[in-house]
């Protein structure tokens, strides 16, 4: 496999007849499992390049197969077709070099984790993004082709039930019940296309909307774990603001809100749903903190203060998302 950086990858580009004259390619920050570039030519649309690594950039060791690129590649294409606008439109796969090249956002954006972590918590995004995620479940819930095209997980066992709940229960065997429960669940309820990385980190906000990205992680599978995943990333930066600033669990809430309204019609034939995210909620919430890649924003004390929350009430603190928000709340 030849290797794309930001020396070689106009060279790349315009060998494979994606660019014409000068170029400037530069490496975007962010992520810890690909090499992703931005580049910008003289003259046409700017591109972007991603290309996957089998070593993961964490303290822990961390390797993933490197044909996920090409989940990554098969997500954005169903994404396109059934909910459009919300992801990159992919341009181009090279399967001897694992790599694929997208249309880029637009340059003025912002990354949504950025945003949050300097303290602009728009709470209408909450009613936005729970809206498109459950657009997303809806339109593959029981859908017979997405089913066959994306049942392949194994890189999302590689990238969050391994890294993420099975190093949990290793940490803390008391939850090993709880965990197998959830992997099972994960495993098994398979209803609709879950991203598995739906995070602050790859929603971007542009001129023209939100836009989606990073979709390795992306399968047929239980997409209680969406919820699960994206309401810890929420939590935990309410938890970084401290008690006396509950916007993020406010947006929290909405997110929820908006979700849960405009999911009701499917999910009434899946009636421990909410309970199942309620799992994947607490168990992203530890995961988080000793897994394989800890959230980098908490100091010590709050990081024990999650630690505590989860591991002495188990990952079934409450019976619905609102009320296991609130009990957080109420920790600080």
């Not at 774990?225 to 309401?231: A, I, R």
Request: with cysteine.
């Amino acid at each position: 496999m030849q290797e794309i950086t930001a020396d070689n990858a106009v060279e790349y580009l315009q060998h494979a007849g994606l660019v014409e004259g000068p170029a400037v390619a530069q490496e975007l920050a962010g992520g810890v499992s690909n090499v992703v570039l931005r580049v910008t030519p003289e003259v046409g649309a700017p591109l972007v390049l991603k290309q996957s690594r089998e070593l993961l950039r964490t303290r822990a060791e961390w390797r993933s197969r490197l044909d996920r690129i090409w989940r990554e590649a098969d997500v954005m294409r169903w994404l396109e077709r059934l909910v459009p606008g919300v992801a990159p439109r992919l341009l181009f796969e090279d399967r001897s070099n694992y790599l694929i090249v997208m249309e880029a956002i637009h340059r003025d954006h912002v990354v949504w984790k950025e945003a949050l972590l300097g303290g602009q918590v728009d709470l209408s995004l909450g009613d936005s993004l729970g809206t498109t995620l459950a657009e997303i479940h809806s339109r593959t819930w029981s859908h017979p082709e997405v089913a066959e095209a994306l049942g392949d997980a194994q890189a999302f066992d590689e990238l969050r039930l391994d890294p993420y709940y099975r190093t949990v229960a290793k940490a803390h065997p008391q939850l090993q019940g709880e965990i197998d429960e959830v992997v099972f669940a994960c495993q098994t309820r398979r209803r609709a296309l879950t991203l598995g990385d739906f995070s602050p980190k790859n929603i971007l906000l542009t001129p023209d909307g939100l836009r989606l990205v990073d979709f390795e992680t992306g399968h047929y599978g239980d997409p209680a774990f969406d919820l699960g995943f994206f309401l810890t990333h929420i939590a935990l930066k309410g938890v970084r603001s401290g008690r006396d600033d509950d916007r993020c669990f406010q947006l929290a809430g909405r997110f929820w809100a908006a979700y849960a309204e405009a999911i009701s019609p499917v999910v009434e034939q899946d009636p421990d749903f909410a309970r199942r995210c309620v799992l994947n909620w607490t168990g992203c919430l530890i995961a988080r903190i000793d897994g394989k890649s800890p959230v980098d924003y908490l100091n010590a004390d709050q990081q024990q203060l999650v630690r505590q929350f989860v591991v002495e009430s188990g990952l079934e603190v409450a019976d619905s998302i609102p009320a296991a928000l609130a009990a957080l709340q109420a920790r600080l």
